[in-house]
């Protein structure tokens, strides 16, 4: 059974646990993690070795 067990944003970076639900594990840089709280419509855990992504470090790139 496939199931998602990471989801990738402009903003952050969440790991998907069935149990535990989503934790947060990296923040964009120019956010952060009270701006990722404030906008997610469901409880989160923040992990205690998350991360803030630099410009060079991030998974998706601006076309402008």
């Known amino acids: 059974k496939a199931v998602v067990d990471l989801i990738i ?3 952050c970076v969440f790991q998907v646990d069935p149990e535990k639900g989503l934790t947060l ?3 964009a ?3 952060t993690t009270e ?3 404030k906008c997610t419509g469901c409880p ?3 992990s205690d070795r998350r991360t803030i992504s630099s410009s ?3 998974i998706f790139v601006s076309d402008r």
Do not use: F, H, L
Request: charged letters at 40%; zero cysteines.
């Open 9 to 11: 944003t402009e903003k």
């Open 25 to 27: 594990t990296e923040v």
């Open 29 to 31: 840089d120019g956010y």
């Open 35 to 37: 701006d990722i709280v």
């Open 44 to 46: 989160i855990t923040v």
């Open 56 to 58: 060079s470090r991030r």
